[in-house]
């Protein structure tokens, strides 16, 4: 319904009485009246700016390629490390692509289509005018940029979220919880890493502390390497099963989290390569 106001008709009576009376006095007066023009200016119209694209400089062929181990020092902290909406597109490399700092900035590193013989899917976590950025494995709360093609797309439905101080992990298929379980983390010494990384791909375990189950290797490293075993500072944080049921619950692992045997089969069964996961206190 709309909000205008309704102005009332004036009666004939008045108005032919109001023309008169103007008229009258025109023939009375002298001078011919003074008839004021008013002149309607158009607005100007304003064109929208251009949108800049920023252009890739070439990457120098010697450029060092990130490994399971080493990512070269100078990409920028993620923008949103405890951003919990889910992130719904992936990218793979067909083969290795440079990472620049910024849109249009310094290449810093190549980004490979494999890790140890895993294909890699990155999750995307920003987009402007010609770049995207996507989370870096071996490195914690950081991303990289890259020109918007030479790459493949992937979508991601699956989202997997740690809240730390309850020992919860919870599975998530578009956007809607499908299971959560109970599980242990790290101690306050070899702490879970927060903020928002990836499941890398899967690997075999050994032992029967395992549960005989593979593990889901995560992107995200130690956070102070020192702080682990010497034969676990090279390695990255996982999700895999545990015999004991008494470790649910608690902070006591070297940064893994120990999930129960029937939430690992449900997540070796339904979580792929590039599927986020964010760590919240």
């Known amino acids: 319904m709309s909000l205008a106001r309704t102005r009332r008709t004036k009666p004939v009576c008045a108005v032919v009485l109001s023309f008169c009376v103007i008229a009258g006095l025109s023939r009375m007066t002298t001078p011919e009246p003074v008839r004021a023009h008013v002149v309607v200016q158009p607005e100007p119209r304003v ?14 062929k010697d450029l060092p390629v990130i490994t399971y181990r080493h990512v070269p020092r100078g990409f920028p902290a993620d923008p949103g490390p405890a951003d919990a909406a889910p992130l719904t597109e992936g990218l793979h490399a067909p083969r290795r692509l440079p990472l620049y700092d910024a849109p249009g900035g310094k290449p810093r590193a190549f980004l490979p289509a494999h890790i140890r013989g895993v294909e890699i899917t990155v999750p995307i976590v920003e987009r402007r005018p010609g770049w995207v950025a996507v989370l870096l494995p071996s490195v914690n709360r950081r991303v990289g940029w890259l020109p918007d093609s030479g790459w493949h797309a992937r979508a991601l439905r699956d989202q ?7 020992h919860e992990l919870t599975w998530l298929r578009d956007g809607v919880r499908q299971e959560s379980w109970t599980v242990a983390t790290g101690s306050d010494r070899t702490p879970t890493p927060l903020g928002r990384t990836f499941v890398l791909g899967r690997t075999g375990t050994h032992g029967s502390v395992y549960a005989g189950l593979d593990a889901l290797v995560l992107g995200a490293v130690p956070d102070d390497r020192d702080a682990v075993a010497p034969g676990l500072r090279d390695a990255h ?13 608690r902070s006591i692992s070297n940064g893994c989290i120990r999930v129960p045997k029937d939430g690992q089969r449900a997540l070796l069964d339904n979580i792929g390569p590039g599927t986020p996961v964010i760590v919240l206190d």
Do not use: D, K, Q
């Open 47 to 60: 064109e929208p700016a251009p949108v800049r694209t920023m252009r890739a400089v070439a990457a120098p």
């Open 160 to 166: 997997l979220v740690l809240h730390r101080a309850r």
């Open 237 to 249: 944080t996982g999700i895999h099963s545990w015999y004991s049921s008494s470790a649910f619950g």
